[in-house]
Antibody, heavy 116, light 110 residues
Framework: QVQLVESGGGVVRPGGSLRLSCAASGFTFSNYGMHWVRQAPGKGLEWVAF????????FYGDSVKGRFTISRDNSKNTLYLQLNSLRDEDAAVYYC?????????WGQGTLVTVSS | QAGLTQPPSVSKGLRQTATLTCTGN????????ATWLQQHQGHPPKLVSY???NRPSGISERFSASRSGNTASLTITGLQPEDEADYYCTAWDNSLRGWVFGGGTKLTVL
């Protein structure tokens, strides 16, 4: 079955960096666009970034543009999100989601805590 | 990124019908329609409707979606206790070149 497993979350200081991973299985990863979506504690969902199936085209939310980078390695069935210049407001659970018919499958998420 | 507008909460009785709304503009909801996600506390979101009234396999026929102009709606008939959750709408925005989300509606089944 389709499975997405995020990892790489943790505690990081403001201004620090982190790289999140999303390991995909159960489908042909290289055929699908992929999203990162985050959710701050007790808050709603916020779209972060999208990578087309081949990684050639990427899109970002305004709040992370220039600081976060989405990438993928189709040979490893893995999606990445590089988080740089982290701020307090970046603290959230980060989910990866598949784009087949709009966010059709989601991982369990990985928690990023920003604290000094 | 300007978001979509959803009412913060809706409360309905067991076996009643709830209609959740999501208002955007001509660049997002009014152009390509909305997708709806259901999220139970402590769990990741789950797709319940995409591009207006398309239901993924496994989603109950009690869930139906529609759109009128810049407003999308998700209607849930015969409310069950398991329908109590947060519901989010989302849509691609042609102007922002990205996806926008609504703030979410907490549905309470009394």
């Amino acid at each position: 079955q389709v499975q997405l497993v995020e990892s790489g979350g943790g505690v990081v200081r403001p201004g620090g960096s982190l790289r999140l991973s999303c390991a995909a299985s159960g489908f042909t990863f290289s055929n699908y666009g992929m999203h990162w979506v985050r959710q701050a504690p007790g808050k709603g969902l916020e779209w972060v970034a999208f990578s087309q199936y081949d990684g050639r085209n990427t899109f970002y939310g305004d709040s992370v543009k220039g600081r976060f980078t989405i990438s993928r390695d189709n040979s490893k069935n893995t999606l990445y999100l590089q988080l740089n210049s982290l701020r307090d407001e970046d603290a959230a659970v980060y989910y990866c989601a598949r784009e087949d018919v709009d966010f059709d499958c989601w991982g369990q998420g990985t928690l990023v805590t920003v604290s000094s | 990124q300007a978001g979509l507008t959803q009412p913060p909460s809706v409360s309905k009785g067991l076996r009643q019908t709830a209609t959740l709304t999501c208002t955007g503009n001509t660049n997002n909801v009014g152009n390509q329609g909305a997708t709806w996600l259901q999220q139970h506390q402590g769990h990741p979101p789950k797709l319940v409707s995409y591009r207006n009234n398309n239901r993924p396999s496994g989603i109950s026929e009690r869930f139906s979606a529609s759109r009128s102009g810049n407003t999308a709606s998700l209607t849930i008939t015969g409310l069950q206790p398991e329908d109590e959750a947060d519901y989010y709408c989302t849509a691609w925005d042609n102007s922002l070149r990205g996806w926008v989300f609504g703030g979410g509606t907490k549905l309470t089944v009394l």
